[in-house]
């Protein structure tokens, strides 16, 4: 299993970006694809996961805000950011788990077995 994460950049607070988490080596339907992002000096934080069955499930931080989605078709996961704040400023990666995944433990990195190389998103004020 591969994850390659891209899309991240520089934008202003209110602006918007989309990451890609390109999967190789699985297919998305029987797996769970999680973003989380860590900060500095700041542990790795679950954001959203879409599950292998299709659901979407965010964290308090990013509802409403974020939307998570995948193509079938190009084995891809897509998070799409909008109304970005400066503390949304964080590397940002892209994890897979085969097969169901609780909602209690889906936002714990150590639910997940492979991870992508991460993406810098940076928000200014």
């Known amino acids: 299993v591969q994850l390659q994460a891209s899309g991240g950049g520089l934008v202003q607070a209110g602006g918007s970006l989309r990451l890609s988490c390109a999967a190789s080596?699985?297919?998305?339907?029987?797996?769970?694809i999680a973003w989380f992002r860590q900060a500095p000096g700041k542990e790795r934080e679950g954001v959203s996961c879409?599950?292998?069955?299709?659901?979407?499930h965010y964290s308090d931080s990013v509802k409403g805000r974020f939307t998570i989605s995948r193509d079938n078709a190009k084995n891809t996961v897509y998070l799409q950011m909008s109304s970005l704040k400066p503390e949304d400023t964080a590397v940002y990666y892209c994890?897979?788990?085969?097969?169901?995944?609780?909602?209690?433990?889906?936002?714990?990195?150590?639910?997940?077995?492979?991870w992508g190389q991460g993406t810098q998103v940076t928000v200014s004020s």
């Open positions: 994890a897979s788990r085969r097969g169901s995944l609780s909602p209690s433990v889906m936002f714990r990195s150590v639910s997940y077995y492979d």
């Open positions: 080596g699985l297919t998305l339907e029987y797996y769970a």
């Open positions: 879409i599950t292998a069955g299709g659901e979407k």
